[in-house]
């Protein structure tokens, strides 16, 4: 496992809400993470798909891992701002996040995320997001 990958692991198992969520990473290489969660009966909306929560929540998460990955050692990432178009419901029993970055930078890191939900073997593209990361010191 890289330096890079273990950071990203490390931070993601200190979030909470992923856990709740039972999302995992599975996927880290320089600009692009991949986050996956199963769609929980705790993440569903009242139609029985998952919620749009949850979909923005990993996705938010595999972009900004995405961004953390091509910083220094000594930095950190928030969202600064963050917009998702959903395109069909999330239908399926995991969804898959993959954070991408579009432009990295030391104030501002632009990334995009595409969410893919899975059933029967089959994945369907359900959201695409755009949004920005802004590089921090760790609190």
Do not use: W
């Not at 880290?28 to 993470?33: A, H, K």
């Not at 972009?63 to 600064?80: C, I, N, Q, R, W």
């Not at 963050?82 to 104030?107: E, Q, Y």
């Amino acid at each position: 496992m890289t330096d890079i990958e273990q950071r990203i692991r490390d931070s993601f198992a200190a979030q909470t809400m992923m856990q709740t969520l039972g999302a995992e990473v599975i996927d880290v290489s320089e600009g692009l993470v991949r986050v996956s969660a199963p769609v929980l009966p705790l993440a569903r909306q009242q139609q029985g798909v998952g919620h749009a929560g949850l979909t923005f929540s990993i996705a938010d998460s595999a972009a900004g891992y995405a961004a953390l990955t091509m910083m220094p050692p000594e930095m950190d990432v928030v969202t600064s701002e963050i917009k998702i178009n959903l395109l069909a419901p999330a239908r399926g029993d995991r969804l898959i996040a993959t954070g991408r970055v579009v432009k990295p930078g030391r104030r501002l890191c632009v990334v995009t995320a595409e969410v893919h939900a899975v059933a029967d073997g089959e994945t369907r593209l359900i959201a695409i997001l755009q949004g920005t990361m802004v590089p921090v010191s760790p609190s």
